[in-house]
């Protein structure tokens, strides 16, 4: 095993957006039991050190591939095209006026079942391009397309998280 291999290599999953939820967890376990800090308690301090380092190598590459967004994101920067989400904020026009639009409907939204009726098109908007990264990442290998792609999931993402919010505090009396 090698410290410096990309997260698919470490854990023996294939290089591709499409993963298998239960294939990756399998392999995170089996990897994880190989490398736990505890199987080297007989070894002394040196040892357990390196299989803490390992045990967290394997952590986060079980971390960044079970979420869709991490994994789109290093795919792309695998590829040689980072995301750069912090400092490329620059949206289509017509994808910044759907962001608008739900801003304003979320902040005009009087009742629970407005929320909720938002809450399933943002839902619907977010699995459509979830699939669309599928597609532009294993199918055509279009990464500046894909970094893209997951900067628009990111915004989706944090208006869903707003919405959730919102949707908590009508289950609380608001």
């Known amino acids: 095993m090698n410290l ?5 290599t470490l854990l023996g999953l294939p290089r591709a957006f499409a993963l298998d939820r239960g294939q990756l967890d399998a392999a995170w376990k089996t990897l994880q039991g190989r490398v736990h800090p505890d199987r080297f308690a007989a070894e002394g301090a040196a040892a357990q050190r390196i299989a803490m380092q390992w045990a967290v190598r394997v ?3 079980h971390q960044r591939l ?3 967004l991490k994994r789109a994101a290093y795919l792309c920067e695998l590829a040689g095209i980072p995301v750069k989400a912090e400092n490329n904020t620059a949206m289509p026009p017509d ?5 608008m639009e739900w801003r304003e409907t979320l902040e005009e939204a009087h009742s629970p079942e407005a929320v909720a009726a938002l809450d399933a098109e943002v ?5 459509a391009r979830l699939a669309r990264l599928a597609r532009l990442i294993d199918d055509e290998a ?9 900067r628009a999931l990111m915004f989706i993402d944090r208006l869903g998280e707003e919405i959730d919010h919102r949707l908590e505090q009508y289950e609380d009396g608001l």
Request: aromatic letters at 6%.
């Open 59 to 61: 952590n986060e590459a």
């Open 95 to 99: 994808f910044l006026m759907q962001q």
């Open 123 to 127: 839902r619907a908007q977010r699995q």
């Open 4 to 8: 410096d291999a990309d997260d698919f």
């Open 66 to 68: 079970k979420d869709p």
């Open 142 to 150: 279009q990464h500046a397309q894909a970094a893209q792609e997951v």
